[in-house]
């Protein structure tokens, strides 16, 4: 298992410049709102991993993964250097470059021109760039709102019972 804490430590001094102002956004209290701000965390292009990965934070990965992402809550974006052989669960996915098994996000997956996709994906918001190239089947299951009545007797609706799917 691989923490998110030492692929910072050990990744950040390695990512190119351009992307560094945005990556090493760790630990810094937003003054105007007096909260900690996200952190984000990035596999930089010449970094291998093999095993799993999991953490508390956002993700970039520029290089090649080879396992399972898991980071719920948080938000992977796969650079269009990425190479990722991995299934992936996240908030919000969104692919630039090669991405090799399934992802499941609980916001939504987005697969941009650059991208280049081979899995299922399972997520209540999908965009497919012009361009991107996706092989696999979608499964779009809209996210469970609360009712504000306490009823329990409640038919769900038509799209709450079965959700939407597209196989390519």
Do not use: C, Y
Request: net charge negative; aromatic share 0%.
């Amino acid at each position: 298992m691989i923490d998110m804490k030492q692929i910072r430590e050990n990744v950040t001094s390695k990512i190119k410049t351009q992307h560094k102002e945005e990556l090493i956004e760790v630990d810094r209290m937003d003054t105007k709102s007096g909260k900690e701000s996200k952190t984000v965390a990035a596999i930089g292009e010449t970094i291998h991993i093999k095993g799993d990965v999991s953490g508390s934070e956002n993700l970039i990965i520029n290089g090649n993964v080879e396992g399972n992402i898991d980071l719920k809550g948080h938000d992977v974006t796969i650079g269009k250097n990425g190479n990722v052989d991995a299934n992936i669960i996240a908030n919000n996915i969104v692919v630039e470059g090669k991405l090799n098994g399934d992802m499941n996000g609980d916001e939504k997956v987005i697969i941009k021109q650059s991208g280049n996709v081979h899995g299922n994906i399972v997520s209540p918001r999908v965009t497919l760039e012009d361009g991107a190239l996706f092989k696999g089947s979608i499964e779009m299951e809209p996210r469970k709102i609360e009712s504000v009545s306490h009823t329990s007797d409640r038919k769900p609706k038509a799209s709450e019972e079965k959700p939407n799917r597209i196989s390519a």
